[in-house]
């Protein structure tokens, strides 16, 4: 691999012949303010655009060139997710899918998961992912013994911080009634004391994710070539709903290889940027690998470490306690799932070194700690343009901007969950409180860069979805209003969802306009997000999405 961070090759002096695309609009997030209007089409010859204005123009430069009119459909720079898991989308796609949308109710669930037993041998695992208490109901081991008696049985929480497992598989993990909860994690008790089947954050982290486990899981690992098949899957669904670029927030040497493979089998055709989990990092950089690491297909964006518990977990670290007085653990606060001591010196050893971290942070209490460890590796070691991460982001107040201001952090904030989770923020946080999450327009207001992110498989993957969420701050199912004051326009949050989350991987120099010299990456869109009522955004149909001028999706029919 090459360096990533090396400046492209601009030049636009190789008259080659290009293939021309035209469409009734571009929206070409170019740098002038001229006031020029919008390019007719544009020309694209080895992965990159060539020449964009108008099309007599590009005709008359290129005789001869072939021709791809979109016709009615509206063109956009590559949508690009800045915080979104391929690696474990790979892996959840290959077990049972429990999603709101899939299962309804807990007896749809337990129905699925005794199905899913009947077909599994006896005393193997059977594992679901996606599930939501919310949307669903709540589900304790109890029932899942009642559901396969025969088998351990895990499911995931949607927000990915916790799960549920049934008694076997609570035997399975070496848990019993006197087992002490790992440090940043904890075991779910009924009312009377008794696990109820929760593992929530290390607990369940330690056994499931293999970027952070400590420790051995008796969890059987799926093969490589399955896992081969559900990234491919899953590259397939994103591509689908108009993704070009992805960054995966937390990468272990496991699924770095999975990558490889895939591009080795010119298969990749998702760009992926990847956050190493720090658990990984001391012998990766004694390889001499580390951020920008790579090329425009493949490479290493940075490091990813963790602070706290999460937004539709109810875990995640507030300074002031929760307003569902049933959120937030033990003392209505939500947990820290690292040591502030730990954390200071991760962040102190990947600045020194010249890396980018990214820090999972949701809580207000927990941003101000992650700033903490920032500011104390500035000023140790003054590293000007060594841009840090703050992921997901979510519960900020002016001090916090200012901080992030003048230390040029990049915030990653869920771009979905308002619409996804609807008032039930309001009923966990409070209204004031959700006025100051998800801040895109107090990023924006105050100069802070921010992306794009879904957090999938915690949030839908659907950028659409997200840039709806976005601007009307409305949830999708209740129409509720989700801290309104930070809706932004439609052409801000598609500046987020390209040129912010292009920032954030540290490729905005080639990445996120439609201009000579960026790469040819591109959505084509059945209508115009910046025009439509934006209740529509999310069911906008994708016609095609193109990588490197390569058509990697187009719609069935047309």
Known sequence: MTDANAAPDTTTTDESTPVLYRADRIISQRTDDTGAPEPEGFAVAAGRIRATG????????????????????????????????????????????????????????????????????????????RYDDVKTGRLTRRELDRAAPGHPVLVV?????????????????????????????????????????????????????????????????NSPQDRLRGLLRAQELWHAAGL????????????????????????????????????????????????????????????????????GGRTCLLAEPYADPSCGGPDGHGLQTTSTEELCAQVREVHAAGDRIGVHANGDAAIRIVLDAFEAAQRELPR???????????????????????????????????????????????????????????FLDAGVTVAGSSDYPCGPYEPLLGLQSMVTREGIEDGAKVGPSQRVTAAEALRIFTLGSAEAEGT?????????????????????????????????????????????????TR
């Open 508 to 556: 905005a120099h080639h990445k996120g306009r439609l201009a000579p010299g960026h790469l040819a990456d591109f959505t084509v869109l059945g209508e115009n997000p910046l025009t439509i009522d934006p209740h529509g955004i999310s069911a906008i149909p994708v016609r095609a999405t193109y990588v490197g001028g390569r058509c990697v999706h187009e719609e069935a």
């Open 244 to 311: 070009t670029s992805i960054c995966d927030a937390l990468i272990a040497p496991d699924d770095v290889a999975l990558l490889r493979t895939a591009r080795d089998q010119d298969r990749l055709t998702l760009r992926t940027g990847m956050l190493l989990s720090i658990d990984h990092y001391t012998k990766a950089r004694a390889l001499g690998i580390g951020s920008g690491f790579g090329d425009d297909l493949l490479q290493f964006v940075g490091v990813k470490a963790f602070l706290d518990g999460a937004i």
């Open 54 to 129: 108008s099309f007599a123009a590009l005709r008359d430069r290129f005789p001869g060139a072939p021709e791809v009119d979109f016709g009615h459909a509206t063109v956009v720079p590559g949508l690009n997710d800045a915080h979104i898991h391929l690696a474990m989308a790979a892996t959840d796609l290959l077990h049972l899918d429990l999603s709101a949308a899939a299962v309804d109710t807990v007896d749809a669930l337990l129905a699925t998961v005794t199905a899913e037993a009947a077909r599994t041998a006896p005393g193997e695992w059977v594992r679901g992912s």
């Open 384 to 442: 000007p343009g060594l841009r840090h991460r703050i992921e997901h982001c979510t519960l900020i107040d002016d001090a916090i901007l200012a901080r992030m201001k003048a230390l040029d952090a990049i915030a990653v904030p869920f771009a979905g969950y308002a619409g996804y989770h609807g008032g039930a923020l309001n009923t966990w946080y409070g209204s004031e409180r959700t006025e100051r999450m998800f801040a895109h327009r107090s």
């Open 157 to 221: 929480h949607v927000a990915g911080h916790w799960g549920v497992a049934n008694s076997a598989a609570l035997r399975a993990l070496g848990i019993d009634e006197d087992t002490p909860a790992p440090d940043g994690g904890d075991f779910g008790r009924e009312a009377d004391g008794r696990l109820d089947g929760r593992l929530i954050e290390r607990a369940l982290m330690n056994v499931v994710y293999p970027a952070t486990a400590r420790g051995d899981s008796p969890l059987t690992p």
